[in-house]
């Protein structure tokens, strides 16, 4: 999938101090800007009442609210991923208690409290630091549960697209977790707690690790850059857009309202062969400048694309395989996706190559309207596809957040 208009996520960072997560789509001016890269820039709170942002490992991001945390949030330092599996016996009742004790878990641990239990220790001594806990479904958990006639149409499978080369026993699951956190230690300590408590109900199906541009690494807020060094995410949609909600949120069915679908693409980068190309070639096969996000049409990183323009002897100043042009929304009836991807680097492959490239993780309202037409497009067209493959693939239903002390994810779901 895309690694330039459509990878890449948000670079700053939210804190407890600025606003909540209630506030975040309330127009709240003051304590809100929106970044060139669609992140959420907020001025943070000092203990005093001054406006100096809290240390790094004091951030925090409420764990209630109308969605879920870690979808609008701008990505984290860390990612840690996970999908499981429903052990034969859990049913629906074991889901539920499931469910129920990894909601109370994530709300202590996004406040920096001790897990309610299997609380091991690892973070012991580091504050929150930004911790958000996201749970989707997977279609095979509704048979499992007997919840078949409750599957959206949404979770339809993804069509295989050329060139995918998918491997199954890193792919889909009944149960979908994103633990992002400023710190490792905190994202690690969130997923083994999580691990231990589902011990006997379900369990580990895959696991990856990722990483995004720790907060505080660059002089000012700037969009990231993937590992092909490109700047990656300019065109985020922002929560400031009108149509923000409806690309991003479902609105049914009934237990979905204010729920999300998440695509999850594993995409290995053919880095050898990338770095081996000239500036001038790579900046090509994006469409933009390697040096500062810009498009090869001319201006800043922000400054619209020209799909129009011509060079002096006639040819596109953005060809017409590159990246930008093949992605862009108006060359796909407008569908778009609130991504939030990282990069990985698991060592190297057996022929010496590195086994890197990025997480590719896209929030929407349906899949049918954004990723698919999307990937269609540029598998067939997108002069890029040729140093990346797509290895592990996922779809999960993202259920709305919780309301109130008594709410647990998925409970529309369960007792509706």
Do not use: C, Y
């Given at each position: 999938?895309?690694?330039?208009?459509?990878?890449?996520?948000?670079?700053?960072?939210q804190s407890a101090g600025a606003f909540s997560r209630r506030t975040l789509f309330a127009g709240a001016g003051a304590s809100l800007a929106v970044g060139a890269a669609g992140g959420m820039l907020a001025q943070g709170a000092s203990a005093d009442?001054?406006?100096?942002?809290?240390?790094?490992?004091?951030?925090?991001?409420?764990?209630?609210?109308?969605h879920q945390a870690g979808i609008v949030q701008p990505a984290q330092a860390?990612?840690?991923?996970?999908?499981?599996?429903?052990?034969?016996?859990?049913?629906?009742?074991?889901?539920?208690?499931?469910?129920?004790?990894?909601?109370?878990?994530?709300?202590?641990?996004?406040?920096?409290?001790?897990?309610?239990?299997?609380?091991?220790?690892?973070?012991?001594?580091?504050?929150?630091?930004?911790?958000?806990?996201?749970?989707?479904f997977g279609a095979t958990l509704f048979d499992k549960v007997g919840l078949a006639d409750r599957r959206p149409p949404q979770l339809n499978p993804l069509p295989d697209f050329p060139q995918d080369a998918i491997d199954r026993s890193r792919s889909d699951g009944d149960l979908w977790v994103q633990i992002g956190a400023d710190d490792a230690l905190v994202a690690f300590h969130a997923l083994r707690v999580l691990q231990q408590q589902a011990a006997g109900t379900a369990a580990v199906r895959w696991q990856m690790a990722g990483f995004a541009r720790t907060p505080g690494a660059t002089a000012r807020p700037m969009t990231g850059r993937n590992l092909m060094g490109q700047v990656d995410g300019t065109n985020n949609p922002k929560p400031t857009d009108a149509d923000f909600a409806a690309k991003v949120f479902a609105t049914g069915p009934d237990w979905m309202a204010g729920g999300s679908y998440l695509v999850l693409r594993r995409i290995r980068m053919l880095l050898d062969d990338w770095e081996n190309l000239s500036t001038d070639r790579q900046e090509r096969f994006v469409g933009r400048r390697k040096s500062d996000g810009a498009p090869l049409s001319g201006g800043t990183e922000t400054t619209p694309v020209d799909l129009t323009k011509q060079n002096p002897d006639g040819t596109l100043a953005i060809p017409a395989d590159a990246h930008i042009r093949v992605a862009a929304p108006a060359a796909n009836g407008g569908a778009a996706m609130l991504r939030r991807g990282f990069s990985y680097a698991d060592g190297v492959l057996p022929d010496g190559s590195p086994d890197a490239g990025l997480l590719f993780l896209a929030f929407?309202?349906?899949?049918?309207?954004?990723?698919?037409?999307?990937q269609q497009k540029l598998a067939r067209g997108d002069g890029l596809t040729r140093f990346l493959r797509h290895e592990a693939s996922g779809l999960y239903a993202v259920p709305p957040g919780v309301q109130g002390d008594a709410g647990y994810l998925g409970q529309a779901l369960l007792e509706g």
């Open positions: 999938m895309s690694t330039q208009e459509t990878g890449g996520a948000p670079t700053a960072r009442g001054g406006d100096r942002a809290p240390a790094l490992g004091a951030a925090k991001v409420g764990f209630q609210g109308p860390r990612v840690q991923l996970a999908a499981f599996d429903l052990a034969p016996n859990a049913g629906r009742a074991g889901l539920q208690a499931l469910l129920k004790l990894w909601s109370q878990t994530a709300a202590r641990l996004a406040v920096g409290e001790p897990a309610p239990s299997h609380e091991n220790q690892i973070a012991l001594d580091a504050g929150p630091s930004s911790l958000t806990v996201t749970v989707g929407q309202a349906d899949p049918a309207r954004g990723f698919v037409p999307v």
